[in-house]
């Protein structure tokens, strides 16, 4: 590859706030279409908007988890621009006093910062539906549904430091865990909740000017953004090849031709007519009001924490995926401490095999919770002291009441009591009964081992860890050399 690669995001996220963003109608747009609409959203004359408290808390969470630099002062200003599924023909979004500036997400597996340009409040328009085409232009006719029309809406805008399609999958992953851990929005990239616009250039290796950018649009799944980006990077590297210039332009993703097309060239923040929203008084947030705001530790924070602990990417995948899942894994961590047996490679294998099984078929009572049994039950299965296999079938009991683990288990026959002398008794019959064996292992031959632990391990019938087993019969053995 000739070229760097440099990618810029602009995401959007919706906040599941009660209410939307300038109105009393509800946020929630899975009902009837245009049921929960009002004289506000529907841009009706001599309505007026107000600002909903929720949204500005919402919004100050992930400034914070963003390490934003959140404004005391600023002020929402109309975008206009027509399209019908925007009923006052303008946007109510923020200009040149956004309420959070700056701003920076880590990217663990890169070992570097993304930082932010800002991040702002506006309101999002409704939903059009076409009928019999894909678009305006082509659909017989277009429905439209104004329920999403004024719902609160995050813009968060990157600076253009992002250097690969990786780098940008995590921002993007990581950004999107945020808001779900921060329980502000549903971040649905399939539903809209989350969605995402990337600008992309391609400049000579090393140079220091940055090439002529171009803005995909219509990106609603992690699979079609890494596409897309890989459909560009291809495209304009082979423009460049041939010394053809790169036209600054907006492009959407279609999924059918698995390629980039052109929509229109690209508008400038002056053709949008921005002028500060005469019917919304400036706002002023108070540091304290900001202070005041709690949140709790960041997915990348877990991240790098996870790192520290030797998990590996699908390990903290894994664990992040489910906050309700991380937040058991940190609790048992907490209660391990000082448990040489349990870590947290064996508590991630424990939630990823025995709990996930239980999880998925909905056996989990989350409130019942015993933490100290599942520690107990990790310990035991990593000192191979139980039956593990049988076991299992009791797991909802031992995960949920209150009980002496090792007690319960001896109740069931399920502990391993190893009687070192039938143990011994019925190696030495194994030896006797497989000189083979034994000449082969003697002879350097490691497999033979495996037999003879076989061997004794049926004899014993469960009664028996393996290592101790194996462990006898090496020594038996060794013993035979020095003789
Ligand atoms: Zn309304």
């Known amino acids: 590859m000739k070229y760097d690669i440099v990618i810029g995001l602009e995401v959007h996220i919706e ?144 600076e253009p430091v992002i ?45 220091n000017q940055l090439g002529t950018k171009v803005e995909i649009k219509n990106i609603n799944s992690f699979k079609f953004l890494a596409k897309a980006l890989n459909y560009e990077i291809e495209r304009q590297s082979q423009l460049l090849d041939k010394g053809i210039e790169i036209i600054q332009e907006t492009r959407g993703w279609d999924e059918k031709t698995q390629s980039t097309y052109s929509m229109r060239t690209k508008e400038e923040a002056h053709d949008y007519r921005y002028f500060p929203e005469p019917d919304l008084l400036p706002l002023k947030i108070s540091q304290q009001y900001i202070q005041a705001i709690q949140i709790p530790l960041t997915p990348s924070q877990y991240y790098q924490k996870y790192i520290s602990l030797n998990l590996n990417e699908e390990e903290i995948m894994f664990l992040l995926e489910n906050q309700q899942i991380n937040n058991l894994f940190n609790n048992l961590l907490e209660y391990t401490k000082g448990n040489t047996n349990v870590n947290a490679k064996s508590i991630v294998k424990f939630l990823k095999t025995d709990f996930a099984y239980l999880y998925n078929n909905n056996q989990i009572k989350w409130e019942e919770i015993k933490i100290n049994n599942i520690i107990n039950y990790i310990s035991l299965v ?21 009980m002496n683990l090792t007690e319960f288990l001896k109740s069931k026959n399920l502990i391993i009591e190893e009687d070192h002398n039938l143990i011994e008794k ?22 033979a081992l495996g037999f003879l632990v076989g061997q004794a391990m049926k004899e014993l019938k469960g009664k028996a860890k393996p290592n101790t087993v194996s462990e006898l019969i090496v020594n038996k053995l060794q013993a035979f050399i020095k003789n």
């Open 426 to 447: 019925l190696i030495d019959e194994v030896i006797s009964r497989n000189p083979q064996a034994v000449e082969d292992y003697l002879n350097g031959k490691e497999k």
């Open 15 to 158: 906040l599941s706030t009660e209410k939307k963003l300038f109105c009393g109608c509800k946020n929630e747009f899975t009902h009837e279409p245009n049921k929960n609409v009002c004289p506000v959203c529907l841009g009706l004359p001599g309505s007026l908007p107000v600002i909903n408290e929720q949204a500005i808390e919402y919004f100050v969470k992930l400034a914070k988890a963003l390490e934003c630099e959140i404004s005391n002062f600023s002020k929402f200003d109309r975008k206009h621009y027509f399209y019908p599924d925007m009923p006052k023909n303008y946007q109510i979004s923020q200009y040149d006093l956004p309420l959070a500036k700056g701003g920076k997400l880590l990217l663990p597996n890169f070992n570097k910062y993304v930082f932010l340009k800002r991040i702002h409040l506006e309101e999002d328009t409704g939903k059009s539906i076409h009928i019999g085409g894909d678009n305006l232009k082509e659909a017989k006719y277009t429905l439209l549904n104004y329920n999403r029309a004024g719902v609160p809406l995050v813009e968060i805008v990157t």
């Open 163 to 207: 250097y690969s399609v990786e780098e940008a999958i995590e921002f993007l992953e990581l950004l999107r865990l945020t808001a779900l851990y921060l329980g502000i929005s549903d971040v649905k990239m399939e539903e809209g909740s989350l969605r995402c616009d990337a600008n992309i250039s391609l400049k000579p290796k090393n140079s």
């Open 382 to 402: 990593e000192n191979k002291s139980i039956d593990v296999l049988n076991t299992k079938k009791y797991l909802p009991e031992i995960l949920h009441k209150e």
